[in-house]
């Protein structure tokens, strides 16, 4: 069967599942449509946890990103489990005896303060909106490149799978959806791996494989790797370079940002009891860290295998796959020396980075584009780290239906992740902005129609996102990590340990970090992006590390704060001692 | 002295963060480089850590977490859990 017969083929049986899982699952009540009745077994839920979490950043870019960054890529890895810990020590178990609806629920009751639900709702759906934009672009690459049909009919087409089980099923439904997306998507990761750790280590387990020699030499691929690199003037892969401040910062932020992060969160209050939630947080990491471990190995090897299949190869002997990659425009060629010759090293290939194609052909048949070169190195190749996993088993040359395989695996990875946000984003307008402030009279089986309705507004702005990407997708990551850091997660702990912090002391300790990050971000990304180097820094954190100074600084306004304010009442004392119970 | 739960709960938190931190934040980026130093297979010790390890010991944690909690709710709340559990059923 042809690449694009089998395509289709994988993407349609992935598809009628969850389409047939969301109607045998499909919510009655508002508890099942927030919460799925509280009747997910832990690792039923640690599976729909995983799969919730790993996006199309995790399943498409995040093996790229560290293939391009090298030991630097490690902040990701770090940041984005070790989360977990922090989830299921601090948090996950507490907010299951609490027991209700969503983030801004707890921060709602705990606090006794519309107004700090209110700041939580704002930063919960800016922070879900943020991660929406990416996941459709994602189905839009996977659409584009594997089916061949418009990005925009793939956009719509996925909107409809998400609408379809998002809003019948509300939480149940996504939960087993999910389940069977993670399966989906493990499988699509792995399967590539393993043939490719075979072919380069003749090691079946590509976490041990990429620590081994290199078949047919004494060389450990490794050390290969960074040979090759400190040749193409690149750092040595498996060195740092940056500084150790901006390292540990950006881990620390993206760890407590995970940690916050109200899509992930709600996931515990699901789970029947206090010890299951706990369980299901392990669980859930055990599932992530299965894809977590395996892309750094992916990395080394996309890596390797990039460089051996394009470094100083002519043009029009390049491989099929990067003319194909050169129509969808993740990738360009620039002949700086006009000698048909492909030269990749480190530096920009074109001015302004970013191709500008035209419709024209250059001298070897390549896809045109208007940029200047960029004189000040040598490098002419533009590659978008996105295609390192897409195009690994075409560059790889494996079998037609492992390729496949990875397209279905990206879409479940993209579905499974919108949906999650979008069911966060339409229980809290539903249940924290209608029920609770504006419209409090409002029966169970009207909140339920407002939520659906919330849910399917949610999809189309998703979906205008999808069709019309705005150029900030990249940029704003950093933002939805330091705001969940610097908002959430410290009003989630301080509320569950220390118990004197009273309303004032949380909204002023919310807003200050909501302020001092999102100032710090917005002024290096979008005010004078040519002032984001490292000189300028505040002690020398990047904007995508600052969050986790505004956690510092939420910590120490709400604990100052507090104590000008009378106690918090009484009832909100008993309350947290019976979360503290199990 | 005798501890009570939440005091217990709070000693099983400070060791096992204090893992957490070590291996994530101490052998993956503050004393990386130097455990560099050491290899083995093909793997420098603190880059191993950074890409794999302190992931490993994530989950370790995680579930060492569950077992000592498991243990100390059954020590203290006995009663109420199997009442929860006869509730469920």
Redesign the interface.
Known sequence: MSLQALTYLFVGISFAVYIGIAIWSRAQSTNDFYIAGKGVSPIANGMATAADWMSAASFISMAGL?AFLG?D??VY??GW??G???L???LA?YLRKFGKYTVPDFIGTRYYSKAARLVAIICLIFISFTYVAGQMRGVGIVFSRFLEVDINTGVIIGMCIVFFYAVLGGMKGITYTQVAQYCVLIFAYLVPAIFISLMITNNPIP??G????VIGSST????KLDQVSLDLGFNAY???SKS?ID??FI??AL?FGTAGLPHVVVRFFTV??V?DA??S??YA??FI?LL??TA?AVATFAKINFINSVQEVEYKQAPNWFKNWEDIGLIAWKDKNNDGIINYSNGNALEGVKPNYIDKEGDYGERATINNPDLSNSNEIYIDNDIMVLANPEIAQLPNWVIALVAAGALAAALSTAAGLLLVISASISHDLMKKILMPKITEKQELFFARCAAAAAIIIAGLFGIYPPGFVAQVVAFAFGLAASTIFPALFLGIFYKRLNKEGAIAGMISGLIATSSYITYFKFISPQLNIAKNWLFGISPEGFGFFGMIINFCIALIVSNFYSKPPKEIYQMIDEI??? | MKLNYWQINLLILLFLLSIWFVVSFGFGIIWSEELDRFKFGGFKLGFWFSQQGSIYFFVLIIFIYVFLMNKLDKKFYKNSIDSQEKHKE
């Open positions: 560290i030991k890529g490690s890895l770090m489990t070790g977990y810990v922090l299921a020590l601090l178990p976490q041990i990429f620590g081994d020699k450990y691929l490794l050390d498996t060195e740092y150790n390292i540990f881990t620390a760890m029947p009891k010890s706990r369980k947080a392990g990491l055990v860290a977590y471990t750094p503290r119970k199990p």
